[in-house]
């Protein structure tokens, strides 16, 4: 019973500190701006991925007005 009541103190505890136990990034200031700028480089071209993959990039063949050569 006492080991449970130190289990759910200390689970509410490391529950409550702010950030992960285990750091995401390191610990050297030049290095981590380094990884934050990849990864914020990672996360701004995912849109055009999406793009890509859904064909979104794509001309509309079904739209009223003419893409290719004509007059719109």
């Not at 914020?40 to 003419?66: G, K, V, Y």
């Amino acid at each position: 019973m006492r080991r449970l009541f130190y289990a759910i103190v200390l689970t509410a505890i490391l529950s409550t500190s702010i950030g992960c136990i285990i750091p995401a990034f390191s610990g050297d200031r030049a290095r981590r701006t380094q990884q934050l700028i990849f990864v914020s480089e990672n996360q701004r071209q995912i849109l055009n991925f999406w793009e890509r993959f859904w064909h979104l990039d794509q001309p509309d063949h079904m739209a009223p007005q003419r893409v290719h050569g004509g007059v719109i």
